[in-house]
């Protein structure tokens, strides 16, 4: 009988050991992987932030675009953003790590295209929204594999830490264009070729990470009614968010003539800022709640609309403009609360496969509005002038006041 229960015993002890090894094992290849995703962060920031920082000024210094046709160009730029929950059903098979490596080179081949392929407005078109995609499809895989790397008392931070490496590359990415075009006579063309290159080593990164290739091969839609809030506040925040991409660098550009390099500074000034931020913000999601994030963020908007309006109008030009740069500067530093929409649906999840297909449809929400906004947006500022693009704004940024106060996690 001792013999019996002493080998029942061992088989216990065994089978325990057995399982907290695995556990062990998954637990050190899922920190293996998040270190090469933050690696991926890093490659991913400076070729962003080479984009980010030249390629207003290429489409005012190239194409001599006015503020209406600025906004035109947002539809074909966000169009692939609309399709995106199409895109990643259909690439769903692949898993969240080899699409997002086919983003980072959708990306790639967009900025080889505008560098090289683009004599003609046609065609510079073309290469945008290739680049566009790759961008869009990178966007909803990055906070979904972040997670998926995470514990869940850990998002936030996990998140907060992944876009604060992100951000801190784009540093890097501000300082080839500051230090290219002030020194080295750096054309917009090379700049997109340099940003390509940092694309592609990003997609190699992501190839060495674990694929976690799903058992299922079907393509997976998901629109639940639980859901609701997120795609509502996906709408919203679509919409405020595409008239600051869009107006707030072409006021500084039209209005007060900034050039690439002053525009490198101020991304630098941001990117400092926002390391600071993001692990804030990552911070407080765990710690106060999504609600919390949600409606300070709208809060602080509401104010910064108001900048954006009346900073011509109170102060001289020499300072209009330092207050509007102040603007720009807070408003950019406030992007990673996005982290606290896709923690949100993490949270509510039904089941864990439902996260990226309801962000991905989040992302689409997102920009089925803000694919027009900017173009009412132009007609607006050639109408009456670029004040009331913002008032609308603020309007906007209220409405997403609203939708945060209603959000409950059990």
């Not at 061992?10 to 050190?28: Q, R, W």
């Not at 073309?126 to 008392?153: A, Q």
């Not at 606290?340 to 949270?347: E, L, P």
């Amino acid at each position: 009988m001792d013999l019996e229960t002493n080998y029942g015993n061992n088989m216990v002890d065994s089978v325990g050991s057995t399982i907290k090894f695995s556990k062990l094992k998954e637990h050190f290849r899922s920190d293996r992987d998040f270190k090469l995703f933050l690696i991926v962060g890093l490659f991913a920031g400076i070729a962003g932030g080479i984009n980010s920082t030249v390629f207003n000024n290429f489409l005012s210094d190239v194409y001599k675009l006015s503020a209406s046709a600025r906004g035109i160009v947002e539809f074909p730029r966000e169009l692939p953003g609309m399709l995106i929950v199409v895109v990643l059903a259909l690439l769903s098979f692949l898993g969240d790590i080899r699409m997002a490596i086919v983003g980072m080179i959708s990306a790639a081949l967009g900025m080889v295209g505008l560098g090289i392929f683009s004599p003609t407005y046609a065609s510079m078109l073309v290469w945008m929204m290739i680049l566009s995609l790759g961008m869009h499809i990178f966007m909803p895989l990055s906070t979904g594999i972040g997670m998926s790397l995470s514990k869940k008392e850990e998002y936030g931070m996990r998140l907060g830490k992944f876009n604060a490496y992100n951000l801190a590359a784009t540093i890097i990415g501000y300082v080839i264009v500051w230090f290219g075009f002030k020194h080295l006579k750096l054309t917009y063309q090379i700049s997109f070729i340099i940003a390509a290159f940092f694309y592609i080593l990003a997609a190699i990164v992501l190839g060495i990470m674990n694929p976690k290739k799903p058992e299922v091969k079907k393509i997976k839609f998901v629109f639940r009614r639980k859901y609701t809030l997120y795609y509502c506040l996906c709408v919203v925040n679509g919409a405020r968010k595409q008239i600051f991409l869009t107006f707030a660098p072409w006021v500084l550009i039209q209005a007060y003539h900034l050039d690439p390099p002053v525009f490198a500074i101020l991304g630098f000034i941001i990117s400092v800022v926002s390391i600071l931020t993001r692990t804030i913000i990552g911070n407080a999601i765990d710690i106060k709640g999504e609600r919390f994030v949600l409606s300070l963020e709208a809060i602080l908007l509401i104010v910064l609309c108001m900048g954006y309006a009346f900073a011509a109008d109170i102060a001289p030009r020499s300072i209009a403009v330092i207050i509007i740069s102040i603007c720009y500067i807070i408003d950019n530093s406030l992007s990673a609360v996005e982290m606290a929409r896709s923690t949100y649906v993490r949270k509510i999840a039904i089941t864990p496969e439902d996260v990226t297909p309801t962000l991905s449809a989040g992302t689409s929400f997102d920009h089925v509005i803000s694919m027009s906004v900017p173009f009412l947006g132009g007609l607006l500022w050639t109408s009456f002038g670029y004040k009331y693009v913002f008032l609308v704004a603020a309007v906007i940024a209220l409405m997403n006041l609203f939708l945060s106060l209603k959000i409950k996690i059990k």
